[in-house]
């Protein structure tokens, strides 16, 4: 009896320790510091990810070929998208045969593979399946029904059809939008400001942006998270065309560009920081990232 007991108490305890999660499984909460010193060899964990479309006829040969000419551009993660024209059917038998071909294949080369959750563009279509199971369901769409023009100091009032489920006002000078309550069924909206254009009154009282340039450029890019002791920046021009301007960013300290593409951390140049913000001046080629990390 006593040797039954010990057995299923090693058993116990080992499944616990199989199904305990990896590191880069959880949320971590790392120093600036110890970001940087695997910033240019970073483990496959949380190195860069290659969209890996899987597109035509895949097989066994196809996948060792694509993961060998993807590790060797330097990647060691793939992302899995079901594409167009593939022979195993989206979430089919040959299908989930395929993804653990590329799975072995993947662990083999020291390399991470995920899965993303859809087939193809736009989320929730399951590849088609869905609508091919619930043809009742398929998406429905939203139209515009009519655009009414207003000047600055004009107000509107109109009852709406019984379809009608949403308004929007479009301010044409500065590209704003806000959303207009209709669940009564009419349509009531003022425009305050006279030249459409906000006051200097309403400006001051207006928290400062953490990013703000002194050009804008629609197809300039930008996020922005704040780690315990960094603010990190990822800027990016979306648009073949080259771009310069100044920048204004929230957060001030020692300030250093990051090179996705080398590994290299190196100094941000020609910085001035001044109540709590870095402004600096920018060029982004067309295409063209950009990695800011302010140290608090």
Do not use: C
Request: glycine fraction near 8%; charge should be positive.
């Amino acid at each position: 009896m006593k040797k039954i007991s010990i057995s299923i108490f090693i058993l116990f305890i080992t499944g616990i320790s199989l199904n305990a999660q990896q590191p880069w499984q959880q949320l971590s909460d790392l120093s600036v510091k110890e970001i940087a010193a695997n910033f240019k060899s970073s483990p496959a964990e949380y190195g860069m990810i290659l969209w890996w479309g899987w597109e035509g006829p895949m097989t066994d040969t196809v996948i060792k070929r694509d993961l060998d000419r993807i590790k060797a551009m330097g990647f060691r993660g793939v992302m899995v998208e079901a594409g167009y024209g593939m022979t195993a059917k989206y979430l089919s038998p040959e299908w989930f045969a395929l993804v653990k071909i590329a799975v072995e294949e993947a662990k083999s080369r020291g390399m991470r593979l995920w899965i993303e959750d859809e087939g193809k563009y736009p989320s929730g279509l399951t590849g088609g399946k869905f609508s091919e199971e619930r043809p009742d369901l398929k998406m429905q769409g939203l139209v515009v029904t009519e655009r009414i023009d207003a000047n600055g100091g004009e107000s509107i009032s109109k009852k709406l059809p019984y379809y009608i489920i949403s308004t929007a006002a479009f301010n044409n000078d500065d590209k704003t939008s806000k959303i207009i309550d209709v669940s009564s069924g009419e349509l009531k909206w003022a425009i305050h400001e006279l030249s459409g254009k906000l006051t200097a009154g309403i400006l001051e009282v207006l928290p400062v942006p953490d990013f703000k340039t002194d050009i804008f450029y629609p197809q300039v890019k930008y996020l922005h998270r704040t780690w315990k002791d960094a603010n990190l920046y990822f800027i990016f021009n979306e648009s073949k065309e080259s771009v310069s301007f100044n920048v204004s960013l929230s957060g001030n300290g020692k300030a250093n560009i990051w090179d996705a593409a080398s590994g290299q951390i190196l100094p941000l140049k020609s910085i001035m920081s001044q109540k709590g913000r870095t402004n600096t001046q920018l060029k982004l080629e067309g295409w063209e990232t950009r990695f800011i990390i302010i140290r608090k």
